[in-house]
Nanobody, 118 residues
């Protein structure tokens, strides 16, 4: 079945960096655009970055543009998020998922927690 396992979160000071990873299985990873989502404490899950199949194009939400970089390794079925210049508002759980047609969805993984604090 479809499964996402996120890792790499942790506690970091403002201005620091973290590198998140997502191991995907159970579907044709190479054929799907992939997303990273951020869920701040007490708030909804928001899309922050997307990468197309093959990895040659990406989209970023304005608040992370220039600080985060999404990438993928289709041979390993892995999705990555390099997070630089972290801010306290980046705190929260980060999840990956695939982009699917309307009305379809894959189950969410457990996410990985990022805490940015001095």
């Amino acid at each position: 079945q479809v499964r996402f396992v996120e890792s790499g979160g942790g506690l970091v000071q403002p201005g620091g960096s973290l590198s998140l990873s997502c191991a995907a299985s159970g579907f044709e990873f190479y054929s799907r655009s992939m997303d990273w989502y951020h869920q701040a404490p007490g708030k909804d899950r928001d899309l922050v970055a997307r990468i197309v199949p093959g990895g040659d194009r990406a989209w970023y939400e304005n608040s992370v543009k220039g600080r985060f970089t999404i990438s993928r390794d289709d041979s390993k079925r892995m999705l990555y998020l390099q997070m630089n210049s972290l801010k306290p508002e980046d705190t929260g759980a980060y999840y990956c998922n695939a982009v699917l047609p309307a009305g379809q969805d894959y189950p969410w993984g457990q996410g990985t927690q990022v805490t940015v604090t001095s």
